[in-house]
């Protein structure tokens, strides 16, 4: 019995093989390391290759006697989207029906789904949970969202059971090497404006919220990967098809964000304030009741962890060479 990880040598994925690793779960992984670093999936196997090859796919799920699949492996940048929407149907959608043939064809029922609250878009409410309907404002997060009614149609056309685990806004790392390697949320954004010695962007403080800046919700990978976890542990057991968010159940503005950046970096964290960008919503916060209840899953780590630990690895990222496989 394994679990395949496709996307597992990327940010959130290395960090969901090493959670099942850790609890003794056999792995392996997927990756077509567009984004994804090899050396980061050991001492899982990885299968370099996409999720839109299908005879690779199925020789993978054979070899390795898979039994059930986390599902990871997209594209996630919300702009990039906009401009190349061909692109993102593709990789997101062509990619998982792909991926959901292979395991039809071999019988495997169990599926962990990599969603988000982009599928949201700007919910007019003061805690999103997963009955909030979906209006996504980008290509990105209507491949989410229709990714979720592809997993409806297959559990009630061929027994599919799925969890489609739906992200907050993701930060930190569980150890430096693991850490994200892109920069383009809040965190690491303030870390490259400061070591580039720039004061870091606001965008808007006349937001209807009590220190006029956005609200989100953060929440450390290593919860996430946990979440994935127990997912997947549930499925094993027997349960049902479920949607989830995954989130602290609690927001954090913009200023709160710089103030314990300009904590844990010793840095001078004075914004620079610019035009609110379009689009962005005042708070988008999680309630977290449902996956509490159904899957015992509570998030543990606060932004002070999930900024020291982002922060640690940013800087071991600028001493080190790029890790590689092999």
Request: hydrophobic share 40%; with cysteine.
């Amino acid at each position: 019995m394994t679990w395949l990880v496709t996307g597992g040598a990327g940010y959130i994925g290395a960090h969901v093989v090493r959670e099942m690793l850790g609890q003794g779960l056999r792995v392996v992984a997927v990756d077509d390391l567009s984004t994804g670093v090899a050396g980061r999936v050991r001492p899982a196997p990885l299968v370099v290759g996409s999720v839109l090859d299908r005879a690779l796919l199925d020789r993978t799920i054979a070899e390795h006697d898979v039994t059930g699949v986390v599902h990871i492996a997209a594209k996630k940048q919300v702009g990039e989207s906009v401009e190349d929407p061909l692109t993102y149907y593709r990789e997101n959608i062509s990619g998982l029906v792909t991926l959901l043939e292979a395991c039809r064809s071999a019988g495997v029922d169990r599926f962990v789904f990599s969603s988000s609250a982009a599928t949201y878009g700007l919910p007019d409410v003061d805690l999103v949970d997963e009955d909030t309907p979906g209006v996504p404002l980008s290509p990105y997060g209507e491949t989410k969202l229709v990714g979720e009614w592809v997993m409806r149609d297959c559990a009630a056309a061929f027994g599919l059971r799925y969890m489609a685990l739906r992200y907050f806004n993701v930060a930190g790392t569980a150890s430096p090497e693991l850490a994200d390697p892109g920069v383009f949320n809040l965190i690491p954004l303030v870390f490259r404006e400061l070591d580039a010695g720039a004061r870091p962007k606001v965008f808007g403080n006349d937001y209807p919220t009590p220190d006029g800046t956005c609200i989100r919700d953060y929440v450390h990978v290593a919860d996430i990967a946990a979440a994935h976890l127990a997912a997947a542990r549930a499925l094993d057991d027997g349960a049902g098809s479920a949607t989830y968010n995954i989130g602290r159940g609690e927001g954090s503005s913009v200023l709160e964000v710089l103030e314990v950046i300009g904590q844990v970096t010793g840095r001078d964290v004075t914004p620079q304030v610019v035009g609110r960008r379009p689009g962005d919503p005042a708070r988008v916060v999680a309630a977290v009741s449902r996956i509490r209840d159904g899957l015992g899953f509570s998030a543990t780590r606060d932004l002070h962890d999930m900024v020291a630990t982002a922060w640690a690895g940013w800087r071991a990222a600028r001493d080190r060479p790029p890790l590689s496989g092999g």
